[in-house]
Structures are given as C-alpha cells and as structure tokens.
C-alpha cells in the first residue's frame, strides 16, 4: 500500500472551507484514497473515498490531482465539531481490510 | 439505528484476571473487526471476522481470543490481562469483507494494573 503523507496539524476558522492535503506519490493504479476522522477519542468516522474521479457527499469533497499523487478533503463550512484527527488512507481494494492509519493531520477550527 | 454498540466503555483489570469486550452491530454487516490504539498512535488490527463462522489474526494477536457468535456480535477475550493491552479497543464492521469502509463503535478504555 502506498504511504501517505500529511501536515501534523492546521487551523481553520469557523464557517470557512477546510482544506486537508494528503501525498500520496506513489499510489498505484489500483488504489483509493480514504479519509476518516477521529474526533477527541471516539471511534474513527469514514469520511469519503476516491480513485481518480472528484468525490462529494454530504459531509466533504475529495479532489485528487490528475497524476493521483495527491489529495485535498475539502469540508466547505468547517464547524467546531469538525475539530478532530483527519487520516489519509491509500489502499488496493481487495487487501486484507486492515486500515492502517498513519499520525494524521489535527485540524482545530477556531471561532 | 445504534450502529455498532461495544460494552463496556471503562472496566480496570488487576494483571492476570480476564474479561471479555462486547461488539455488535445492526448494519446487517457480515465483516467484523477489532482494533486496538495506544496513545498516540494510529490503530492495530487484533482479529478479524470475514464473515459468520469465519475469524481471522490480524497484526498484534497474541494475548486475546475472539469469538462471532453470530451475524451481529464479536467478542474479544483477554484470558489474563497484562499491563501492556491497557489500551482503547475499538471494534468495526463492514458490509463485505475485504472493505476499507468500516463503521465504528465508540470504543473500549481499559486500564490492567
């Protein structure tokens, strides 16, 4: 599985898009990418996924660069609760279902 | 709706007793998991159940016993607990297995003394 790459932390204020990069330079063909969030120790939510085609839904948007080797989760109105762990994961569907989840990014919204 | 449900949410063990962590879910999923997260650190899968009947080790295994009781439970088992699985278990689910978008619970802190 390819390795992912994030900033250890950012800071968005309230009401504004949230934009969370995630490299993942040498993904293959056959690899999504994932995004989950861990909010103050609860259980890791799914977010969204994507394998080459923008992805949205009700709780963000996935942009992933033509070359695939990166990504942006967008949360478009970033609210107080959104402060949480976002992770990055890249994976070949069909592997064994194990997530591995890296360090991740901490985004603290502010008012 | 519940999702996934474990229980308990706190329990302290003294080293050498055992417990066992409840899981279920009412996604009608066939896949189950079991992670563990120390602090700081991302999460490691302990066993897996593809489906009902089937159960699976994952990365860190050694020192617990799972069982799929049915569809919708999976317990995790510490025979005799040890400092070192103080830890937060979480346990997921999904659809099919494999699948890379599971859902959940809110985990379980345990603390061996």
């Known amino acids: 599985d390819a390795k992912t790459t994030q900033p250890t932390s950012m800071d968005c204020a309230e009401g504004r898009a949230a934009n969370l990069p995630c490299n993942h330079s040498?993904?293959?063909?056959?690899?999504?990418v994932y995004w989950y969030r861990q909010i103050h120790s609860q259980g890791p939510q799914y977010i969204i996924h994507?394998?080459?085609n923008n992805e949205t839904n009700e709780m963000a948007s996935l942009i992933i660069t033509e070359d695939r080797k990166s990504s942006t989760l967008i949360l478009p109105h970033a609210t107080l609760r959104d402060t949480a762990v976002y992770y990055c994961?890249?994976?070949?569907?069909?592997?064994?279902?194990?997530?591995?989840f890296g360090q991740g990014t901490t985004l603290q919204v502010k008012p | 709706n519940a999702g996934v449900t474990q229980t308990p949410k706190f329990q302290v063990l003294k080293t050498g007793q055992s417990m066992t962590l409840q899981c279920a879910q009412d996604?009608?999923?066939?896949?189950m998991y079991w992670y563990r997260q120390d602090p700081g650190m991302g999460l490691r899968l302990i066993y897996y159940?593809?489906?009902?009947?089937?159960?699976d080790k994952g990365e860190v295994p050694n020192g617990y016993n799972v069982s799929r009781l049915n569809k919708r439970e999976f317990s995790l088992r510490l025979e005799s607990a040890a400092p070192s699985q103080t830890s937060v278990y979480f346990c997921?689910?999904?659809?099919?297995?494999?699948?890379?978008?599971?859902?959940f619970g809110p985990g379980t802190r345990l603390l061996v003394l």
């Open positions: 997921a689910s999904s659809e099919l297995y494999p699948q890379e978008t599971q859902y």
């Open positions: 040498t993904i293959s063909g056959n690899e999504y």
């Open positions: 994507g394998l080459k």
């Open positions: 994961i890249v994976r070949a569907s069909g592997n064994t279902g194990k997530l591995i």
């Open positions: 996604m009608n999923h066939n896949s």
């Open positions: 159940s593809a489906s009902e009947g089937t159960t």
